[in-house]
């Protein structure tokens, strides 16, 4: 439920060239639609020297009917709308724009969607991009060869759509011509780089896969504008920062396939994610299925590829994993320098991926011990017996000596310094725990390194974008979304988690609040909402209904109605004011900016 | 910890100055500078940017607040936006509290930083329309020692970030004029903007300044219509404007943001947006006024 680009996934995903169209399927109402304009023409292609940049250049004069003189005397009144004095909702609900925030923009409209979710990270791309110097258009390449094992497939899959070829010349002719302006000299530098083709990729997301396929280079232009918009809407894609896309340009095949990024087995699927064994099941499964369609299965080798590649830190964990399972079951599995060498893999890890452009489904499951382990280990994601015995299990692998290991070159197994994946170890302080983690790739959430690391399922995997706050937990005292926070960042910091919530095998108040008051159904948002309840009852001890509804505001339900969570917290508050007769009144200190004041909002 | 910081130090580094966060980013210019986080691990978990290395620069405590200097506030970019949205700060700048306010959930809120909000630029970036309005600063640290370039610059790419360079601060004139920022977002709770307006009626400089968010890749400034609505206002009076030259106002911001588009009809969608842009813009320009 995010801006994130779900096209695949939408009956409409063909045939949306070109600027807006209709609604496809035809009906009056798709609440998936989104704008889909291009806003290209209104920007000056050259701003004059002296001119502020965002000027808007609008009609010639006032529109008509307008008073041409200041006149006083002209009675008016205020407009009167905003009685809710509430600065954290949404000003003006227009219901004809249902879809900006909880669901996916449809896919002849992933613009404005697109650019807020997938490339916001702009210019801090940028440094690391403009870092890697001019060695964007070598890029695809040099994975390729650092990659042997999994690009023997897909340069053997015969990938047509080579990313330097002319497809994305034309397009990036096309977005030169219209851009220019902005970029000024900068515009050649990054012409050759891949920069151009993520976009003509992601145009092909949208496009119709079969047109794309017929359609040779020279055909292309009549996207242009769809694309020119495209390109645009990226901020980082305006200007010299165009570069930043190469942080991206290993995704470029990813990009392009057209399964890649609703794939619902895939990096969308927050089992998949979690579930460092079943991303490999789930990335076959992808290539398996489509590659019965002929024609899109070179792109989803590419697909796949760049799955491989995404794994690779989890391909090291599935083989530690493999490892620890070796070591519990006597020894009788790989041995421990097999997951030390950078480009070996394991047979388990490993034949999927030579599986996979046969269309075989691993069961992933089934085939391998990995896959065994999976199954024994996911569902107990509530179980605190299991996720108390795999987190010792972690940490005595991990920490067999106090120290000595982690203090160790623990790093040793980084293949080389510029590593697709570079790991990092460091030590989290989670519930007055010291957890030390060893060689976690530095890209993985302290939400997926709770989890799966350390064992804490307490929160929950909801939807890896910060936007269902199922995964909410306190970082220094300020409650976060977990899947957001880079897990070596929180090095250092107090991390609380819900299992920090209950005090010897009791649950907190609110727990048992939010159990008494029916808030919880399915209950796969609850963690999350005791984290929020408490955060929100430390920083003000009396909230109104209105501060709650606020600070619930991230946590998104599908079952109760938040009305149970409600009456929870005023069950708290009563409770723990009959129990503190001190009466002392809401202090304002709170780690969250707090329910917003109204009389502070203008 | 430090012992631990040390020796993550190959791929992530954890300053606790600026000074150290840029030598980090200079030593490893192909790190990635990482606040809050939220813009940037929504595009590691879907895929989309694996970092090479990390700065973290949540512990920079000089930029987690902000000074005064010379009639400007110099916010630090590590200021979060549930910072931002606090009473003190409100009565400081309120139309960038009231974004603040809006950004996002308290989980959002908490982690994301002005610095962030600026750097990603993603269009729906709420504090952008304010900034841009207020015509604020920003300050990068380099290794080669400050600059500061106006913020326009820097999201429309005509100056960007150079590597190595770090969003320091953002130098924000405090004035003493009405300002507002409203918001139109797709649910009633806190959520990416479908059209934003941020007005500052300046009094001093005897302007109306408007920057419409999240209909283009950038804030955008209808200057014409700015001019237009000035020269509307009675300066030297009460500052009040009838409300047809409100409702006038809208509409010319409207059509300055979102264009006729000549030979094509506008599609519903872009006229629905723009109604929301004109009727954001005229409530905007009402309070503001009020």
């Not at chain 1, 870092?131 to 042997?148: L, N, Y």
């Not at chain 1, 070829?165 to 530098?189: F, K, L």
């Not at chain 1, 107090?494 to 159904?521: F, H, I, K, N, Y």
């Amino acid at each position: 439920m995010t801006d994130q680009p779900h096209s695949g996934s939408h009956p409409g995903s063909h045939g949306n060239s070109g600027a807006w169209q209709p609604v496809p399927g035809g009906g009056d109402y798709d609440p998936d639609q989104t704008m889909h304009v291009s806003f290209a023409a209104q920007l000056p292609p050259e701003p004059l020297p002296g001119e502020d940049p965002l000027s808007a250049h609008g009609p010639a004069g006032p529109p008509p009917g307008a008073p041409t003189e200041a006149d006083p005397a002209t009675t008016w009144s205020i407009p009167v709308i905003r009685d809710d004095g509430d600065g954290d909702s949404g000003e003006y609900s227009m219901g004809a724009f249902p879809s900006s925030w909880d669901q996916a923009p449809s896919p002849a409209a992933p613009t404005q969607g697109f650019a807020a979710g997938m490339f916001g990270q702009g210019a801090a791309a940028a440094q690391a991009a403009r870092a890697q110097g001019r060695t964007a258009p070598a890029d695809t390449g040099h994975e390729t060869g650092r990659d042997p094992g999994h690009d023997a497939g897909q340069d053997g899959g015969g990938d047509g759509l080579p990313p330097g070829a002319g497809p994305q010349d034309a397009y990036a002719g096309a977005w030169n011509s219209t851009y220019g302006g902005p970029q000024g000299g900068d515009a050649a530098p990054w012409l050759p780089s891949s920069a151009p083709a993520a976009d003509a990729a992601w145009s092909s997301v949208v496009d119709d896969p079969e047109h794309r396929q017929s359609a040779g280079p020279g055909e292309q232009p009549p996207r242009q504008q769809e694309f020119a918009y495209d390109a645009f809407t990226r901020p980082d894609g305006y200007g010299g920062r165009a570069e930043d896309r190469d942080p991206y340009a290993p995704d470029v095949h990813a990009l392009q396939d057209p399964h890649a990024l609703p794939d619902p087995g895939g990096l969308h699927d927050p089992h998949a994610l979690n579930d460092p064994h079943g991303l490999d099941g789930d990335g076959h499964d992808a290539s398996g299925r489509d590659a019965s369609h002929g024609d899109t299965y070179d792109r989803d080798q590419g697909d796949r590829d760049a799955y491989d590649r995404d794994q690779g830190d989890r391909d090291a964990y599935d083989r530690d994993q493999g490892d620890r399972d070796a070591y519990d079951r006597g020894g009788d599995g790989p041995h421990a320098e097999d997951s030390r060498e950078p480009g070996a893999h394991v047979p388990d890890a490993d034949g999927p991926d030579a599986d996979g452009p046969d269309g075989d489904r691993p069961d992933p499951d089934g085939l391998d011990p990995d896959g065994l382990e999976a199954a024994g280990q996911e569902p107990d994601g509530l179980d605190a017996g299991g996720r108390d015995l795999d987190g010792r299990e972690l940490d005595g692998r991990d920490d067999p000596g106090p120290d000595a290991d982690v203090r160790e070159p623990v790093a040793a197994p980084v293949p080389e310094t510029r590593s697709e994946h570079p790991l990092a170890s460091y030590t989290l302080r989670v519930n007055g725990a010291e957890r030390p983690v060893t060689d976690a790739w530095l890209g993985e959430s302290l939400l997926y390194v709770l989890r799966e690391r350390l064992g804490l399922a307490g929160a929950k995997d909801g939807c890896e974008q910060g936007e269902c706050g199922a995964c909410s937990v306190q970082v220094d005292g300020r409650l976060v979304a977990s899947c957001l926070v880079p897990a070596a960042t929180a090095a250092g910091s107090e991390v609380r988690t819900v299992e920090g919530l209950s005090a010897e095998g009791r649950p907190s108040d609110v727990q048992q609040a939010l159990a008494a008051c029916g808030a919880v159904q399915c209950g796969f948002c609850i963690p999350g909402m005791a984290m929020t309840v408490h955060d929100l009852l430390e920083g003000n001890h009396r909230p109104t209904d209105l501060d709650v509804r606020h600070a619930l505001s991230g946590n998104l339900c599908r079952c109760s109605g938040y009305r149970g969570v409600l009456d929870a917290v005023r069950q708290v508050v009563a409770d723990r004011g009959a129990d503190d007769t001190a009466d002392d009144p809401p202090s304002r200190v709170p780690h969250q900016g707090g329910p917003a004041t109204p009389e502070a909002d203008q | 910890m430090s012992t631990y910081a040390q020796q993550a130090a190959e791929n992530v580094t954890l300053p606790s100055s600026l000074d150290e966060a840029v030598a980090a980013l200079a030593a490893m210019p192909s790190a990635v500078p990482v606040a809050g986080g939220t813009d940037l691990m929504a595009a590691v978990n879907s895929g989309l940017l694996r970092p090479a290395a990390l700065v973290g620069l949540g512990r920079i405590s000089e930029i987690r607040g902000w000074q005064y200097a010379d009639g400007a506030a110099l916010l630090g970019a590590g200021l979060t936006h549930a910072r931002m949205g606090r009473p003190d700060f409100a009565a400081l700048i309120p139309s960038l509290a009231a974004a603040a306010r809006s950004a996002g959930p308290p989980q959002i809120r908490n982690a994301g930083t002005l610095g962030g909000n600026i750097v990603s630029a993603a269009p729906t970036g709420d504090a952008l329309p304010v900034l841009a309005a207020l015509e604020a600063g920003v300050i990068l640290a380099g290794p080669e020692g400050d600059r500061e370039i106006p913020v326009s610059h820097l999201l429309t790419g005509m100056d960007p970030l150079r590597p190595g360079e770090l969003l320091a601060f953002v130098r924000i004139p405090l004035l003493h004029a009405p300002q507002t920022f409203l918001k139109a977002t797709g649910r009633t709770g806190p959520g990416r903007a479908i059209a934003s307006v941020a007005l500052v009626v300046d009094p001093a400089r005897r302007q109306v300044r408007c920057a419409v968010g999240a209909v283009a890749p950038v804030p955008l400034r209808p200057l014409e219509a700015e001019q237009w609505v000035a020269g509307l206002i009675d300066w030297d009076g009460d500052r009040t404007l009838a409300d047809e030259a409100c409702t006038a106002f809208g509409e010319y911001v409207a059509a300055a943001c979102i264009p006729d588009q000549p030979g094509t009809e506008l599609p519903p969608a872009a006229l629905q947006l723009r109604r929301t842009v004109a009727a954001l813009s005229r409530r905007a320009l009402g309070r503001a006024l009020a």
